[in-house]
């Protein structure tokens, strides 16, 4: 029996809400006034969130999932929308990553970073949508949120299936949104570049911390604001796409780099050609 959230408030569902973007994402909601629903495979971290949220004066629920479970998802949804009567935002934000080039990559680690990182998403979608459909309590519809990554279009040439996965999430949003204009639902991916999360940071050194630290200068390079974007900075765009400020825009990948994917290159060239006009 399906209730209405408390002042009639909108659900916002985040994957991935245990840590890193997305527990940044489930604050800033909750924050916004959203009634948050948090999944992730974590459980403690992710319970922890819900108790704090809550501790907060905001409204959250917690639930475990594996996202490669997809009998699970389909479930979760079924009982978030007949617990809360509708789901107005979903952000798919949870993703995983196998450090494979095309000459390394199994098909175990294939499959699972393609399970976790495209199909959980569609799926979610999909199954979400009869939950977000326009009413005349709500005219907007819904909004879907994919976190793709600037990987999608500049890789490293470490992590193929990361890469296409991140690739698929902007055709996905380009595909659905075309599909779920006429009932009011937008459709847009946010990729963002370097992050300051243990997920951005780890390129699989844990030993040294010698390839985190080279990757970091490196990043830093290429970087034209010169740092790593935050997690807030992530979490503070997702909040404006979903919002009713955000109706025109669907069907496009909205970028959160500090410049990097358009100007990596230009950044460098400037520091040898215009010496004098580069500050950082
Ligand atoms: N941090 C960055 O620099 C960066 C850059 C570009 C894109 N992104 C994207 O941002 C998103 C969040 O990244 P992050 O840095 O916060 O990573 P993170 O590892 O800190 O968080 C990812 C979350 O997803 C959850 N998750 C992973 N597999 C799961 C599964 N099978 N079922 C349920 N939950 C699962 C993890 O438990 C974790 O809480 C990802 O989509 C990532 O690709 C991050």
Not at 99 to 118: C, F, M, P, Q, Y
Not at 152 to 163: E, L, M, Q, R
Not at 176 to 194: F, H, K, M, Q
Request: hydrophobic share 45%; glycine share 8%.
């Amino acid at each position: 029996m399906a209730t209405n959230t408390k002042n009639n408030q909108r659900v916002a569902l985040v994957t991935g809400a245990a840590r890193g973007i997305g527990e940044t994402i489930a604050h800033v909601f909750a924050s916004a006034g959203y009634y948050v629903v948090a999944i992730d495979i974590l459980s403690d971290e992710l319970n922890a969130l819900a108790d704090r949220i809550r501790a907060s004066g905001g409204s959250c629920d917690a639930y475990t999932v594996d996202l490669a479970d997809l009998y699970a998802v389909e479930s979760t949804v079924e009982q978030i929308g007949e617990s809360l009567g509708r789901i107005d935002v979903l952000v798919n934000n949870a993703a995983t990553r196998s450090l494979h080039s095309v000459r390394g990559i199994t098909k175990e680690a294939w499959d699972k970073v393609l399970a976790i990182n495209i199909t959980a998403p569609v799926f979610l979608s999909k199954w979400v949508i009869p939950w977000m459909r326009r009413t005349d309590a709500r005219p907007h519809g819904g909004a879907i949120i994919n976190i793709s990554s600037v990987e999608a279009n500049i890789p490293k040439g470490v992590a193929v299936s990361y890469a296409v996965t991140k690739g698929g999430l902007l055709s996905f949003t380009y595909d659905a949104a075309a599909s779920l204009a006429d009932i009011g639902i937008r459709v847009v991916a946010l990729s963002p570049g370097a992050i300051e999360t243990a997920f951005g940071a780890d390129y699989g050194d844990a030993d040294s911390g010698k390839l985190e630290a080279d990757m970091r200068a490196h990043s830093l390079q290429v970087i034209p604001m010169g740092r790593w974007g935050t997690t807030d900075e992530i979490a503070k765009a997702v909040l404006w796409l979903a919002s009713d400020d955000a109706s025109f825009v669907t069907g496009t990948e909205f970028r959160v780099d500090g410049g990097m994917t358009q100007t990596w290159m230009a950044h460098d060239v400037k520091k040898q050609i215009l010496p004098d006009e580069f500050e950082s």
